[in-house]
């Protein structure tokens, strides 16, 4: 008998202590419940912008990295050319080839799969786009996935002129690579854009001052990279670039730097485009 009163008074201990716990932690109360939701909502305020700058960064070093490409592809393209870099725009007269694409008319995007550096972007060909950059296929230099090249020395042959001015005296070849006599601190590609009615491809780098005329020409270097610009170096380096400077001649519809879009370097000339 006093073996089942025992068994009887522990069962009933047991559901006791059941419906004590389970109505103790059966549910949050309101309190905890914004305390938990407030926390939450603190954490993500505070990695939300580190997450973004992580995939920034990861944008820009994929850039990066498609910007090596193309220098290499125009270094290998010059070794097999006789030594002369790619025309960044062959008759240019013409209107439909451009370093990066070839188009079959005009007013029409620039197809990269018939490009002339095809043979040497790799196995598929393909000119790689800036992840960061929106692409528009709008606009008279769509295709060139973002770049620009130093077209004003490196895409075209020139001869010295009168006053510290240069000659085009044709179009469709490039540079002598061997003319390049600071390979570190010449230009040949960067992130490129153009501000027209609205942010537009745009594929050549504009110096500072237009080399036959010695006036000063309207930006395309985009900083897209938080305010930075990716730069491809004629030895073969990529580093990112702060701008410096920046200035709208009035023509066209868009103030440059409402997009971003300057020049790098502290000194007011061509001396990082230029070959000598």
């Known amino acids: 008998m006093r073996c089942n009163r025992q068994r ?23 309190v905890e419940l914004l305390v938990v939701m407030g926390t939450l909502t603190l954490l993500v305020g505070i990695l939300l912008p580190s997450l973004s700058r992580a995939r920034g960064q990861a944008k820009a070093t994929v850039c990066q990295s498609n910007l090596r490409q193309i220098v290499l592809a125009n270094s ?48 598929d060909g393909v000119l790689r786009a800036c992840p960061t ?44 690579a061997d003319r390049v006599q600071r ?40 900083f897209r990279h938080a305010r930075t610009a990716n730069a491809a170096w004629c030895d073969g380096h990529v580093n990112r670039e702060t701008r410096t400077f920046t200035w709208s001649s009035g023509y066209y519809s868009a103030d440059p730097k409402d997009f971003d879009i300057g020049w790098f370097g502290m000194t007011d000339d061509n001396k990082l485009f230029d070959l000598r």
């Open 76 to 123: 290998l393209y010059a070794q097999d050319s006789g030594g002369v870099y790619v025309p960044g725009a062959a008759d240019f007269l013409d209107n439909r080839h451009r370093w990066h694409g070839e188009r079959a008319a005009l007013y029409a995007p620039f197809d990269s799969s018939h490009g002339p550096l095809v043979p040497y972007l790799g196995s």
């Open 183 to 222: 390979p570190a601190d010449t230009v040949m590609f960067t992130d490129s854009a153009f501000a027209g009615e609205e942010l537009i491809e745009y594929s050549f780098c504009e110096p500072r001052f237009h080399v036959q005329f010695g006036t000063r020409a309207d930006p395309s270097i985009h």
């Open 133 to 176: 950059f929106e692409r528009r296929l709008v606009g008279f230099e769509a295709g060139c996935g973002g770049y620009g090249y130093n077209n004003a020395y490196l895409g075209v042959r020139i001869v010295a002129g009168r006053q510290g001015r240069s000659i085009v005296v044709s179009d469709r070849a490039g540079a002598y």
């Open 8 to 30: 009887t008074e522990t069962r009933s201990s047991a559901r006791r202590t059941r419906r004590y716990y389970g109505s103790t932690v059966a549910g949050f109360t309101l």
